[in-house]
Each structure stands twice: as C-alpha cells, then as structure tokens.
C-alpha cells in the first residue's frame, strides 16, 4: 500500500513537472512570437520612413530563459537621405532576458560597409568585439551604449584601401536626459576613445589619442526620422545648444581639458566658446602645425609684403621669428595655472563664421552642418 503511494506522487510530480514545462513552453512561444510581431512592426514603421532592414536569414531562439534573434547578412537602406545609402553587416546577434524584456544585448558580426547605392564600398568598418546595449523598446530606446574593441575604419580610394581611424577601444553612450523620444528630448552623449589614430584626417593625428567628451545636445523636438541636415535646422531654429560638460584629450606629453558651449548660426555653422586648458602647449603647436598656420595666414602676409616694401628679406625674417616663438606669444597671451600639477595654460577655443581659433591661431575651418 505504501509502495502504492510513493508511486502515485512520483507519478502526480511528473505530470506536474510536465505541465510546468509544457506551460513554460507555451508562454515562451507566445512571447516569442509578439516580440516577433513587434519585430515585424517595427520594421514596417522605419520603411515607410525610408529605411529598410533585412536579413539573409533569421531566426529566434534562446529558449527557456531569453530571447535570440540572430540576423545573417543584415543590410539597412537609407533611401530618404540626400544620397541613399547601404550598410551592411557580417551578421547579428540580439538577445533578451525573459524577466528583463526591455533591456535589449547586441553583438554585431563584421565588416560593416557603407556605400551609396549601387557603387563601390567607400567605407569598412571592422573590430575584434562589437557589442551594444539598448535600455527601452526598438520605438522607444531611452538609454543606447555601443563598445568596440580595436575597431577600425578604411576608405577605398581608387580600388586601394586606407586607414582612416583605428583605435584600441571605443565607447559610445547615450540617453534622453528629459522630455521624451516623441517630445522635446535633451540627450546626454558621452564618447571615450582611447589610443585612437587618424593620420589620413590629419597628420597631427598619427600620435594615439586618448579622448573622453561628456556633451548634453538641447533643441530636438523629437526623434522622428528625417536626414540630419534637417534635425540640425531645427535644432538652430529652436534656439539649441551643444552642452560639453567635460573634454579630455591626452597625446604623447600634452593634455587638454575643458568645456563650454556651442550654438548654431542661421547658416549651419557651429559658433560660440570653450575654455580650455592645456599642458604640453609647445609639442600640441607642433602637432596641428600652429608655425605652418600662422605663417601662411593673410594677416602674416600682409605684414611680410609690408616689410619687405621697407627692406627685401625682412619679411621672411618675420615669418620664421613669428614661428618660433608663437608657443610664448600663446602662453604670455594665455592665463597661467596648473593642471594635475602641472604648469598649464587656460585659452579660449572660438568657433565662428566656420573658423576655429585656439587663442589667436586659426586651427581650420569648420563645415556647416546644414
């Protein structure tokens, strides 16, 4: 009778256990498929706005605990843009716990491509690790971190492929500081670089750089999809800002920290200030060519053509004595004080009329953003 008994409870648990499974099974499935049909939504939504997401193949999977949802040979067309665009990817990979649907784990496969549509591949992006985090839903993201692992862009220029940028690590972050996706967000960006390289941007460039800028960008009205050219427009047109809270750059003996904030002029131009302060003035003058700048700039030759007027080489002389001493001319222009300890020099970096200025150096010109 007692061996009855401990058969029937065996045999009671095991249909409890399978119904458990069997339970479990059907809520993981249903759940499955509404993140599919959300999925899907998804996708219809961002067509009609002109930009279209599709896979070699795909699937779901993850069971019992998360979701997976792997996408071989991504692709993405961005048709409503001044010129259409294709970027493709390797591969990804998305998944989801099931008791934290909302926060969304990515891994991306390489290489990423982008090109204009039907031409050769102008741009490849590559990395060792490629992983982002998405808090919200794909319509709705509130908080978004991209992290890559020696990532590296290349340009093709006549069939040959050049290093544009290389780095040993990146990291990019962003969330909605107030209002909402749909209304008036303020976005928070934070970008930490380190031994980033450009030497095809800039020759001061192919020093490593370590970079970390902290920036608040005020003025959306929402993130509806649109080029950026317009966003930016509407962005001046509500009278937004560009925050930089923090900026840290260290290369080689010199560091530069600082901060401020920049506006937006009625042509697309950055304008406004920061203050920054720098240790390792002389080796950063150096770097961006600060000597060549000054020397080739209108003004120098102004005052070159003068001199020479008074006495032929006079002029020349000028140039080569503005050169070699425009890191004390700087620093006595500058205020004197002291970062980490160091001897610095605090100065202001303007931007205006599509011109940047360290002090009184012409650092470039700087393109309109609409």
Known sequence: MAARRRTRRYFILLILVAVVIGGWSWVWTYAAG???????????REAASGRVYTCGSESIGGYPFRFEFTCYQASVQFRNDQVPLDV?????????????????????????TVAATDRTPPVIVNWKL??????????????????????????????????????????????????????NP????????????????????????????????RGLTDFAPKPWPARFREIQA??????ISQVRLRQGESLAVGGGSLSLDAKGRLQGQLRVTIVGLEPLLKTIGAEQMVQASPHM??????????APGLGQMARQQVGANISTGINMLGEQTTLEGKRAVALPLRFEDGVAMLGPIRIGEVPALF
């Open 88 to 112: 493709k990817a390797g591969g990804l990979l998305i998944a989801a716990q099931i008791y934290s649907p909302t926060l969304l784990i990515g891994e991306f496969r390489g290489p990423l």
């Open 130 to 183: 490629f992983q982002t985090s998405v808090r919200g839903t794909p319509s709705a993201p509130e908080r978004v971190s991209l992290v890559l692992t020696k990532p590296m862009v290349e340009r093709v220029v006549d069939g040959n492929q050049q290093i544009w940028l290389r780095a040993e690590h990146a990291e990019l972050h962003g969330r909605i500081a107030e209002g909402s996706v749909s209304s």
């Open 34 to 44: 509404r993140a599919e049909a959300e999925l899907d939504g998804w996708r219809a």
């Open 186 to 217: 303020v976005v928070e960006v934070a970008l930490h670089l380190s031994a980033a390289s450009a030497e095809a941007i800039h020759p001061g460039a192919a020093t490593p750089i370590d970079a970390e800028i902290s920036t608040v960008l």
């Open 301 to 310: 030759d102004k005052l070159a053509g003068a001199l020479d007027r008074f």
């Open 238 to 243: 509500a009278g937004g800002r560009i925050d």
